[in-house]
């Protein structure tokens, strides 16, 4: 795993994660069991007022989380991190699991160059917020299983796909998944292939700090799009920082640190941050 949490954590969520790294991945089943983390098992649920989603974070510097949704994709991923590596920039995969199935060797590429996954669902359904918990659950569950096995690190978060998620589906993806639901402030529509030049324009003049830049790894345009962006973005002065550290720097309902260095985090969200 490379550290994808903060340095400390509270003994709760350092026995999860154990627990989670130490299992063998679980071949597909038609039962699906919720994962021995979470909170429900152990009689806790998150407390009220705990903040569930997220589109922005409330920060005290220039930092912002840029995130990829719907691969891997064969060839524009690692086009993608080419351009992240040169720049030392980190972002926040959200990766679909059947994707993750078909690419690991790029899975374990994202993972080796320093970034966060997130949980993007196996099938990327267009309206699961209608969906009940119990196929959502398994293919929560299965994408969580595929993207550790095959990188080493755990996902930490959830995008829904469209945004579409339910206020009941919020909670028990944190109770049981540990997963804050991740949305985003800027939105390029990068999907509509606009041209990169539009995409760069769209984000450039959006983004403000704490927020949660969307994007897609899949479409040329976008990664076309992204060297023009990113330096941009630097040179207007925002530092790039994981979903995970976006988060805990700006802190959620019983968390008492407003963080400014990310390499000063001792927070983070989940079952272990109460
Ligand atoms: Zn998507």
Same mark, same amino acid.
């Given at each position: 795993m490379?550290?994808?949490?903060?340095?400390v954590i509270l003994a709760a969520a350092t026995t999860a994660l154990v627990v989670t790294q130490c299992a063998p991945f679980k071949k597909k089943s038609a039962t699906v069991m919720a994962p021995k983390h979470n909170l429900q098992s152990q009689g806790l649920t998150a407390p009220s007022g705990t903040q569930l989603s997220y589109s922005?974070?409330?920060v005290t510097g220039p930092y912002i989380a840029i995130t990829f949704d719907d691969g891997p994709h064969a060839s524009l991923t690692p086009r993608l991190l080419d351009i992240l590596a040169a720049r030392n920039i980190k972002a926040t995969f959200y990766v679909v699991g059947d994707r993750v199935r078909m690419y690991p060797a790029i899975t374990r590429k994202i993972a080796a160059g320093g970034h966060e996954f997130g949980n993007h669902t196996w099938t990327h359904p267009m309206r699961p917020s209608t969906w009940a918990d119990?196929?959502?659950?398994?293919?929560?569950?299965?994408?969580?299983?595929?993207? #550790?096995? @095959?990188?080493?690190?755990? /996902?930490?978060?959830?995008r829904p796909p469209g945004g579409s998620v339910s206020p009941h589906q919020?909670?028990? #993806?944190? @109770?049981?998944?540990?997963? /804050?639901?991740?949305l985003w402030a800027v939105d390029p529509n990068d999907w509509k292939r606009p041209g990169a030049a539009v995409v760069t324009?769209?984000?450039?003049?959006?983004?403000?700090?704490?927020?949660?830049v969307l994007a897609h790894d899949i479409h040329p345009g976008t990664i076309e799009a992204m060297p023009a962006t990113l330096d941009g973005l630097l040179a207007r002065g925002f530092r790039f920082v994981t979903i995970s550290q976006l988060i805990g720097m700006g802190g959620t309902p019983g968390h008492v640190a407003v963080v400014t260095d990310p390499k000063q985090l001792t927070l983070s969200f989940g079952p272990g941050s109460f």
């Open positions: 490379k550290a994808k949490f903060p340095l922005h974070a409330n119990a196929p959502l659950r398994s293919e929560i569950q299965r994408t969580h299983d595929v993207i #550790l096995a @095959n990188s080493g690190a755990a /996902p930490l978060s959830y919020k909670q028990w #993806l944190f @109770n049981d998944f540990g997963y /804050p639901t991740i324009q769209r984000i450039l003049s959006a983004t403000k700090p704490g927020h949660i």
